[in-house]
């Protein structure tokens, strides 16, 4: 019987890093929802807390970040996904440099990933692959991307296969073979973006 519980257990555990979701109103406002890991890519100092918003899609609260790096990030790394999906809506508030929010998937460590980015300040959807650490592009396609407001931005991904999505319209489809295997999933900004993000949503295929 003990044999049992341990084995339903350890399913269950895998079953939570193959899908999820998180709109971070469990966390207490000036920490970091549970499980979530942040820092930068390349050099900066990131500032991601949980904060209340009372305008946010789901309320009371998001993840803003508010501090400045090369690449800013947050990942959930209970995650192990190979193929499948990650979603999340963004607010882009400001920012002189950049004006960014952005979608992680294949989340080797901070120096290995793949990244989608929508940007107000540019009016474009963007994606790249970060290897060793540094940000190479993949393809810029121009999208409208209001400052100040929410916007959806979704990532599916199976294989070399990648498509990218802002407010439930695709801008890119292609195939790309920089990173593979399973890996956490996470949220991005750029320079001094200052961006809340909520309803941050994954699963497996």
Wanted: aromatic share 12%; hydrophobic share 40%.
């Amino acid at each position: 019987m003990k044999t049992l519980f341990i084995a339903a257990a350890m399913a269950t555990v895998s079953t939570a890093a193959l899908a999820g979701n998180e709109n971070f109103d469990a966390a207490a406002p000036g920490a970091l929802a549970e499980d979530w890991t942040c820092g930068v890519t390349g050099k900066g100092a990131p500032i991601w807390k949980v904060e209340t918003n009372e305008t946010a899609p789901t309320p009371p609260n998001v993840l803003k970040q508010s501090g400045r790096g090369d690449f800013p990030w947050c990942a959930y790394t209970p995650a192990s996904i190979a193929d499948g999906y990650v979603e999340v809506r963004f607010r882009p508030l400001e920012g002189k440099k950049d004006q960014a929010g952005g979608l992680m998937w294949r989340w080797k460590d901070g120096d290995n990933y793949y990244v989608a980015r929508a940007n107000a300040l540019e009016n474009n959807v963007s994606l790249y692959h970060t290897t060793k650490g540094r940000r190479r592009t993949i393809k810029y396609v121009d999208a409208p991307v209001a400052l100040n407001e929410w916007h959806v931005l979704r990532v599916e991904f199976a294989g070399q296969k990648i498509n990218v999505f802002l407010d439930g319209v695709q801008y890119i489809d292609l195939e790309d073979d920089h990173i593979s295997g399973a890996g956490a999933v996470g949220v991005w900004t750029k320079a001094d973006s200052v961006t809340e993000f909520d309803d941050f949503a994954f699963g497996a295929q």
